[in-house]
């Protein structure tokens, strides 16, 4: 079954489910616009959870999904309002979804899963989620060590369920490569920032489309937890202090509330704006719907024309 037919979208485009950023306006937005919004719960309570589900259904009556970061403390809980509210789809990161996938699957629950090596996508695929995103170290926030390019196809010949790709995707040109590497979706989180819809501090949407292809780099790697951000004065110390081999503890308070910082108070200097390394593609701020539209519209002329290049001499 395809992706848009199983999660019941007319576009296969999942909008990620970016901590802080990912809530009902932009998820509403990229629903009605025929993708697949998530609820971003990084970070909620069970009642801040219900409270974003109940937002998004009076937003939108299509298909929405909430991501869940596993390696967080309250998981049950969370799942308990999920299943409450009757959310159908649910991504996942930051941990396996084996101890909760006979509560999903129970409660027919659509598990999808972001993983950044095919080793995981085995284990995800044998544990009986529905279907997969492959992301690349390209991504913005938390990243794996693989590119997209080489980890996509990769994933698609490793496993016999959906593979979604992302990371370094933010126009047509990149949904049309995903398929050709045997995708048969997106996942996208930056390009989103530079929407209208995003609920982030004009600031933040201003360092994205700033941003060019160097702009972004990759912290946290000593800790276990890579993210990649943009470049600035908080960034910079904290590779300094990462290349002196502080401790977490000084590590963790430099960083602490960073992203609340960027996304809310707009101290894009201070602060962490988790942004992938396509930023430098983001150019403009666009409505979701125009964005999505386009995309699909350029990712369709992409195909047509590949499809009347001959890659073998005469």
């Not at 932009?26 to 971003?40: C, H, K, P, R, Y």
């Not at 993210?227 to 202090?241: C, Q, T, Y």
Request: hydrophobic content about 45%.
């Amino acid at each position: 079954m395809s992706i848009t037919k199983l999660l019941g979208i007319k576009y296969p485009i999942f909008q990620g489910g970016m901590a802080q950023i990912a809530v009902s306006p932009l998820v509403g937005a990229v629903s009605n616009a025929g993708g697949l919004g998530v609820i971003g719960s990084g970070g909620f309570t069970a009642e801040r959870l219900r409270e974003e589900i109940c937002k998004a259904k009076a937003s939108t009556n299509k298909p929405f999904a909430v991501n869940l970061m596993l390696m967080m403390n309250n998981i049950p809980e969370l799942i308990e309002v999920i299943i409450e509210e009757g959310v159908k789809i649910v991504t996942t990161g930051a941990g396996t979804p084996a101890p909760y996938m006979q509560t999903f699957k129970e409660n027919g629950i659509i598990v999808i899963p972001v993983v950044p090596s095919v080793k995981i996508a085995k284990k995800m695929e044998a544990l009986g989620v529905d279907a997969i995103v492959a992301e690349g170290t390209e991504a913005g926030g938390h990243v794996g060590e693989t590119t997209t390019m080489a980890l996509l196809p990769q994933v698609v010949s490793a496993v016999s369920i959906p593979v979604v790709g992302a990371g370094g995707i933010a126009d047509g040109r990149g949904v049309a490569a995903a398929f050709a590497l045997g995708a048969q979706g997106v996942q996208v989180g930056t390009r989103f920032l530079a929407t209208v819809e995003c609920p982030t501090h004009e600031n933040f949407k201003q360092a994205v489309i700033a941003a060019d292809d160097t702009s972004t780099t990759v912290t946290g790697r000593s800790l276990g937890g890579p993210v990649r951000s943009i470049k600035n004065s908080m960034i910079a110390e904290f590779l300094k202090l990462e290349n002196e081999n502080a401790s977490r503890e000084e590590l963790e308070k430099l960083s602490l509330g960073s992203l609340r910082k960027a996304v809310f108070e707009g101290d894009t200097e201070h602060g962490s704006v988790m942004a992938g390394q396509i930023c430098g593609m983001c150019n403009e701020i666009t409505t979701v719907e125009e964005m999505i539209t386009t995309m699909f519209e350029e990712a369709q002329a992409v195909l047509q024309n590949l499809s009347k290049i001959s890659v073998i001499g005469a």
